[in-house]
């Protein structure tokens, strides 16, 4: 085993680690995050809020494997040590994972939420589009951004409010929104 092993040059080595890289790179890219498909997490920086991703996410450690791969395997070609090809691949490789993990990140935290956030109903006047019974509850549709949202409502003084009447969002009780006539 170890005949075949020292035929081996560091420039196969290299380009070997590349195509692994880049191979692993393309089933995730196909088939999604492997570490999906086999229930655990690589991702070791969920405390943080990163739009989504780290440096450690399988892409990006792909993208760091198939880097430190190929430039080792150039730096090697080009006369280089086998330890200043390591060295230059790891710095090549943790250049580029970063620049694929910014602009990742940065295409991630384009995205847009439709998502309202429960303070931000306090305020806001809507219309009963279900009435109201006295002592019970109806539906309330308010405008929030460029989002409509139908929450069900009961008026703030026990009071019926009819279908089309305006009302103003008092508080959020869980929810339910709590609402007073206009």
């Known amino acids: 085993m170890s005949e075949w092993l020292s035929h081996l040059s ?3 080595v290299f380009l070997s680690i590349a195509g692994i890289g880049f191979l692993f790179l393309v ?9 999906d498909v086999f229930h655990f997490d690589t991702d070791f920086d969920h405390s943080l809020d990163h739009a989504g991703l780290s440096f450690f996410s399988p892409r990006v450690l792909s993208v760091f494997v198939t880097a430190f791969g190929g430039i080792g395997a150039i730096a090697v070609n080009n006369g280089w040590s086998t330890g200043a ?3 230059a691949g790891v710095g090549g490789g943790v250049v580029i994972a970063s ?3 910014w602009f990742a990140r940065f295409l991630y935290g384009q995205q847009a939420s439709s998502d309202v956030v429960t303070r931000e109903l306090v305020g806001q ?4 589009v279900v009435g109201i019974p006295a002592g019970g509850v109806g539906q309330i549709r308010l405008q929030v951004g460029e ?11 026990g009071e019926p409010i009819p279908e089309n009447a305006v009302a103003r969002v008092e508080e959020v009780v869980g929810e339910t929104v709590v609402v007073r006539r206009q």
């Open 10 to 12: 560091a420039f196969a």
């Open 27 to 35: 089933i995730s890219l196909i088939f999604g995050e492997v570490s």
């Open 85 to 87: 090809a390591s060295a």
């Open 99 to 101: 620049l694929i993990l």
């Open 125 to 128: 006047t809507g219309r009963v």
């Open 147 to 157: 989002a409509m949202v139908d929450k069900i409502a009961s008026a703030k003084d």
